[in-house]
């Protein structure tokens, strides 16, 4: 057995970056109750299993603003001090798991509101990349890009299906930064990642499965959490230390390239988006976004009355 000295040795060498901020587990206090942060995030623990159901809960699309990441960021902050048995990160609507980065954030931003908000997104991934509990998600719709991200931080992915899932960044003219793309490079094979990223690809269910970007489908939400919370299962004998730290040495290096380099990605993201280009882009996004969500009852229309005509034909 590794002595506790032996471990806080190990743990302050490679982690000065306070990911294991200390090596006594306590016993989780487990209780029945709903947290919420803001209710932009909501937390369920599990009394038996002592698994926290995290729920992303910004409707419509749980677009990733600045006080969505703040909530998240102190639920993940709570999670570690609580020292969890696993999270399931999920969301709740009921066609989008996350719509990735609010394009408000990034469209003529507030230059002191958007540093806030790019240094949320890095603690987050920081935290949740490499967190000391076990993490799954339970991907009930849509997940491009930072919903993308957040799934790909965790150690399992179950998805439900005919959902999209990839980080586009390329397909809206910009640029994912070095740590979404290492977080994709820790999931899927490396050519394939390239591939994914220069091309913005985003994947339907049943490719994502097949090149690994998700490692289950499921028939709804329900089954999705139920399916991690097997995985989660798993890791209930093993001993938690050497899981985690497993887990933080094999994900150290993408982590202490962001943490040594925390204000030149900053700048670099500032330097991104005052690009008139970027700022062009994205604002033809938001328009294309609001034009596609305005069309949505027209489009569903047509739909329904090439439906009548379908059957109608058949009939005939
Ligand atoms: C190597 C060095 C590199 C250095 C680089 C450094 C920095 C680079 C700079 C920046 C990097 C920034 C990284 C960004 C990553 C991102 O996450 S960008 C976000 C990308 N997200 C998307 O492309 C998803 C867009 N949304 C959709 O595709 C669809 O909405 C959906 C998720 C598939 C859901 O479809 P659905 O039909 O259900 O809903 P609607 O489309 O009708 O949408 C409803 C409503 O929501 C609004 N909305 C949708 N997505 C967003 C969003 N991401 N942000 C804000 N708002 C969004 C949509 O406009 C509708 O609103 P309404 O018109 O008011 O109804």
Not at 222 to 250: G, M, N, V, W
Request: net charge positive; glycine share 4%; charged share 25%.
């Amino acid at each position: 057995m590794l002595s506790s000295k032996f471990i806080h040795a190990f743990t302050r060498q490679i982690y000065h970056t306070n990911l294991i901020t200390s090596a006594t587990f306590n016993v989780i206090k487990k209780h029945n109750s709903t947290h919420t942060k803001n209710d932009l995030v909501l937390v369920d623990v599990n009394d038996k299993t002592g698994f926290s159901i995290v729920t992303l809960n910004r409707p419509p699309v749980n677009s990733l603003n600045l006080e969505l990441l703040s909530a998240f960021s102190s639920v993940l902050d709570d999670l570690h001090k609580n020292n969890s048995r696993g999270m399931i990160l999920t969301s709740s609507s009921s066609t989008v798991f996350s719509a990735g980065l609010d394009i408000n954030e990034l469209y003529k931003p507030d230059m002191d509101r958007v540093r806030k908000f790019w240094t949320s997104l890095q603690d987050c991934w920081i935290k949740l990349y490499g967190s000391s509990f076990p993490t799954a998600a339970a991907i009930n719709g849509h997940a491009p890009a930072g919903g993308c991200l957040f799934a790909m931080c965790c150690e399992y992915r179950v998805m439900l299906p005919k959902y999209t899932i990839g980080l586009n960044e390329t397909q809206l003219g910009i640029v994912a930064p070095t740590w979404f793309m290492a977080t994709m490079k820790n999931t899927i094979p490396l050519r394939q990642a390239e591939l994914a990223l220069t091309l913005g690809k985003m994947f339907k269910t049943d490719d994502a499965l097949k090149l690994g970007l998700i490692d289950e489908i499921a028939e709804n939400k329900e089954d999705a959490i139920h399916k991690c919370e097997i995985f989660l299962k798993k890791y209930q004998k093993i001993p938690q230390t050497a899981r985690a730290l497993t887990k933080q040495s094999y994900r150290k290096n993408d982590i202490m390239e962001l943490e040594n380099n925390r204000e030149a990605d900053l700048q670099l993201f500032f330097l991104a988006i005052s690009d008139p280009r970027v700022q062009s882009s994205l604002g033809k996004y938001v328009a294309f976004l609001k034009l596609k969500s305005r069309m949505k009852p027209i489009l569903e229309a047509v739909k329904f009355l090439k439906g009548i005509f379908k059957s109608k034909k058949k009939k005939n």
